[in-house]
């Protein structure tokens, strides 16, 4: 007995029996697995001995515990021959009980007699079943008369990994399938045509292959019938692309096959499309050239009347043994060498942007975009690639690796091309997978030419091309690479260039190449071209799951508009070609730019604060802890202390640094400082004496205010300068009780004077200081105005630090509409529990917020999910700082949809943000 539970099965005997079988496992460790295995290979290697001695149709193939029943030749399962249910229902009826779908497995529950019984009963079957005529017999036999078995033999190293890719992930089945179709024009014997088909399965190996469970072995079946459906669309021809889409997404049977599939679709009397269908493990697109002239051949014979006598092919085990020559070759330890030299540090892993968040597993949805280049431009490259002695096929790869290398800023680019993979005689008329993936490092100095650098990718491509014999797989294993389950493959970019394909005569009919419906991908993107001679027809194959349609059509153009530039000036760096087609142009430089608002001109903030002063007096301006404040006692506050500082020579231009806590009074001395008509420059209360001294030594300031607690520390950094450079400090609690009028001031500055100047983090060791002038300072509150509408209902918290630009905003911007500035303490900031409680009880409606903070605030909401904070009245969250992962921007907004977010970036320089970009939906396909 086997017992199963999960999810889906919560009754607690289940559930107990699970654990306990589980605690055993535990136990046992992996021994007992192993022994399980093993005791299987005996029995499915004692059966398939007994069906090969006694010639029958069926062998068991096995995977772990796991073993399945399979038939082939006129027995094969697709055929649902009746001696095979017999078989299983006689079985039945001795006590030996197969699942529906024949697959069985054995558990630690069978002991060793009940694996000797299945033995004899199956033997049993066997013998009753030939005694009552009804042999399962393998009657297949070859020219001389003698029984034809199956050949078996291993896996090369690439149909193993992709052996290997389907299991992890079904989807790669159909990724993985080498498709075409064809309109056949004129009158089809569709019998003879069918009869043309099988002839090509019996005339390639590779067609009648399956692959054994483990993935470890091929067999060669000796025959294998041939099913060609026709299928009638004349009176429903829309049914036809509907039908080709279905027939896309199936998915084949690789230890049962076939892995091919042939299918007449009719239009009319004389009209049909062909659809071919391979698995990429027994045949690559190099196959189907190959398939469709054997094929024309055939079915020309056949209408004729005629016996076809074609030259043998090369079959795919001739492909495996001149592999395994050329592993035992100098070429080949030369070819090892010059591969594993080149990736000694790995391979390169191309970081391209993407629309999406790449998946945790690639789930290979695709789809295809198609582009034109005109004959003109082809003729123009084609002329720069002989001038530099190049194929069209280098100059287009380059011009490709040169594109990726602007778009992705690096300076190494890997991507791959394909190779056929036949460097025997005889090899290119053979039916297997023996392509492979030729890569193509790319350097790139961004001042150099784009002459300079086609002649080092040419360079670098003769290389590879020498070089080429080598597979790919085996680079992946000799390089001890792991596959990252969220891409396709180790190198997810491919180029290829191919020639219009030139189809053979067939008797009375017409050949025409016809598009099928494109909705997988092997790799990230694949730039597929066709030269049909007058012009080239570009096919961009990509992930759907990373890269939106207008993603790519804009990629096109950027691909045709470097072209164009580097015919125009080959000369020219690489780093100065324009990408930009001009409807582009106009977009980036004149659509997206149009984002001029009226504000108002010819004013200060302080003259706008005072308005609202006079309409809302009493209206409360900003709130800290317990404190609060009302716009009328605000600017009184700071009317009398910006005469206390113009009585100590503050004036236009003049700055004077802040070190306090944030507070009420911060904001006070705020905008006493602009109503002086000086500039203030914060700084950190955190920071030592060293960094205190580097900025007042940057800064030249002649004036410093600070709190009582941060004068001890200032006075060690001030005394660190020469004498004559030292500011005056004076004690900020001191000159906050001094009494002034409270009269508004005159104003004393204008709006090209400087506003406040915040030093940044100073990366080179040396802080450097970012002066704001009060028409940027104006323009970026307004920004933020609009962006996120507010109104004297608003309540924006000021969390950031005083020495962080996104502080400007918080401290002042709703004091322009009659909102209200919320001031938090740094305990209160730095602490996602007390600022969502802040968010939620003080009524705040605009937060902002680093990524990183933001993430931990999501981690608490998540572990304490149905306990979330009620934040419906908050009205935008705005990240800024860091870049916001997209997961995290999700997160935020499955859990609360109704807050919208707007994404803030923007260096200090430029007054704060540059950038806001609004996102209402969780990102991701």
């Not at 280098?394 to 992705?408: E, K, Q």
């Not at 582009?584 to 005072?610: C, D, G, M, S, Y």
């Not at 905008?671 to 940057?698: C, I, M, N, T």
């Not at 993430?855 to 935008?876: A, C, F, K, Y």
């Amino acid at each position: 007995m086997i017992f199963f539970a999960g999810t889906f099965c919560k009754h607690p005997l289940t559930m107990a029996a699970a654990k306990a079988a589980l605690t055993h496992l535990k136990e046992q460790g992996p021994e007992l697995q192993q022994r399980l295995n093993e005791r299987t290979a005996d029995f499915v290697r004692t059966l398939n001995f007994f069906f090969e001695e006694e010639n029958v149709a069926i062998r068991v193939a096995h995977f772990g515990s796991l073993f399945l029943f399979e038939s082939f030749g006129k027995y094969h399962q697709l055929l649902q021959p009746i001696e095979m249910d017999l078989f299983f229902y006689l079985l039945l009826e001795k006590g030996v009980y197969t699942w529906e779908k024949r697959v069985s497995c054995f558990s630690t529950a069978h002991t060793d007699e009940d694996i000797k019984y299945i033995v004899e009963k199956i033997k049993e079957t066997i013998y009753e079943m030939r005694d009552n005529g009804f042999s399962i017999e393998d009657t297949r036999s070859g020219k001389d008369g003698s029984v034809v078995k199956p050949e078996s033999y291993p896996v090369t190293e690439a149909q193993k990994q992709l052996w290997f890719l389907t299991r992890l992930n079904e989807n790669a089945i159909p990724a993985y399938t080498e498709s075409m179709a064809l309109k056949l024009n004129g009158p089809l014997e569709p019998e003879l045509f069918r009869d043309a088909i099988q002839q090509v399965v019996e005339r390639h190996d590779a067609l009648r292959t399956v692959f054994a469970a483990d993935g470890e072995t091929q067999t060669v079946l000796p025959s294998l019938p041939v099913d060609v459906p026709l299928l009638d669309f004349s009176e429903h021809p829309h049914a036809v692309a509907e039908w080709l889409e279905e027939n896309s997404r199936q998915k084949m049977n690789l230890e049962t096959g076939p892995l091919f599939c042939f299918t007449l679709l009719r239009l009319d009397e004389n009209t049909h499309i062909l659809v071919v269908n391979l698995h990429h493990t027994i045949a690559d697109g190099f196959s189907l050239l190959t398939l469709l002239q054997d094929m024309s051949a055939f079915y020309t014979s056949r209408c004729e009347g005629m016996d076809t006598a074609l030259n043998p092919v090369p079959q795919y085990r001739d492909f495996m043994q001149w592999q395994e020559d050329y592993f035992q070759t100098d070429k080949f330890e030369a070819d090892e060498k010059y591969w594993l030299n080149l990736f000694s540090n790995g391979l390169p892993m191309l970081d391209f942007p993407t629309d999406y968040p790449r998946p945790n597993a690639f789930t290979f949805k695709g789809a295809r975009y198609q582009e034109r280049c005109d004959a003109s431009l082809y003729d123009q490259v084609r002329e720069l690639g002989k001038s530099r002695r190049c194929t069209p096929f280098m100059t287009m790869i380059s011009a490709y690796t040169a594109l990726i290398h602007r778009i992705t800023g690096n300076e190494e680019v890997l991507i791959g091309f394909p190779g056929a993979g036949r460097f025997f005689e005889g090899s290119e008329q053979l039916v297997g997978y023996c392509a492979h993936f030729v890569p193509f490092y790319s350097r790139m100095d961004f001042s150099q030419s784009f002459n300079d650098y086609l002649d080092n990718a040419k360079q670098t491509l003769i290389e590879a091309y020498e070089h080429q014999q080598y597979p790919f797989s085996r680079l992946i294993r000799k390089l001890d690479l792991s596959q990252d389950l969220s891409r396709g493959a180790m190198i997810s970019f491919e180029f290829n260039l191919d020639r219009l394909t030139r189809f053979p005569e067939m008797s009375g009919l017409k050949l025409e190449q016809s598009d099928l419906p494109m909705n997988h991908a092997k790799y990230d993107l694949i730039l597929d071209i066709l030269d049909i001679g007058d012009e080239l027809h570009l096919k961009f194959e990509y992930a759907t799951d990373l890269f939106s349609e207008e993603r790519i059509q804009r990629l096109a153009g950027h691909y045709l508009t470097l072209l164009r530039e580097i015919v125009a000036d080959p000369a020219r760096p690489v780093g100065e070609l324009s990408l930009l087609t001009e409807a582009q142009r106009h977009q980036l430089l004149v659509e997206w730019n149009n984002t001029e608002r009226a504000i108002p001109k010819n004013t200060t903030f302080h003259e706008l604060f005072e308005e609202q002063v006079r309409q809302i007096p009493d209206q409360t301006a900003a709130v800290f802890g317990t404190e609060k404040t009302t716009y009328h006692e605000l600017n009184c506050h700071a009317n009398r202390f910006a005469r206390i500082l113009t009585e100590n020579g503050v004036g236009p231009d003049v700055l004077v640094a802040l070190l306090a806590e944030r507070s009420i009074d911060f904001l006070t001395v705020m905008l006493g400082v602009f109503k002086a008509g000086g500039a203030y420059l914060p700084l950190d209360p955190l920071h030592p004496a060293q960094r205190l001294y580097q900025v007042l030594r940057e800064s030249r300031t002649t004036l410093v205010l600070a709190e009582q607690p941060f004068l001890s520390v200032l006075t060690e950094a001030a005394e660190r300068l020469p004498l004559e450079k030292r500011p005056r400090i004076l004690a900020l609690e001191e000159l906050l009780r001094e009494k002034r009028s409270e009269e508004n001031l005159p104003v004393r500055y204008t709006p090209n004077d400087l506003a406040y100047t915040i030093y940044t983090s100073g990366s080179t060791g040396v802080p450097k200081g970012a002066m704001v002038e009060h028409k940027g300072m104006l323009n970026h509150l307004y920004a933020k105005i609009f962006e996120l509408d507010l109104t004297e209902t608003d309540v924006v918290a000021q969390n950031a630090t005083q020495c962080f630009d996104i502080s400007v905003w918080q401290f002042l911007s709703a004091l322009l509409v009659g909102g209200r500035t919320h001031i938090c303490s740094d305990e209160v900031s730095h602490d996602p529990v007390q600022l969502l409680d802040q968010v939620v009880n003080k009524g705040v409606t605009i937060l902002e917020l680093v990524p990183s903070l933001l993430q931990i605030i999501m981690d608490e909401v998540s572990r304490n999910d149905e306990t979330s904070p009620d934040l419906s009245g908050l009205r935008w969250l705005v990240p800024t700082g860091e870049a916001l992962p997209p997961k995290l921007c999700a997160q935020w907004l499955t859990h609360f949809p109704k807050i919208p977010v707007l994404n803030a970036y923007g260096p200090t320089e430029c007054s704060d943000d540059v950038s806001h970009y609004r996102i209402d939906q969780p990102p991701g396909p």
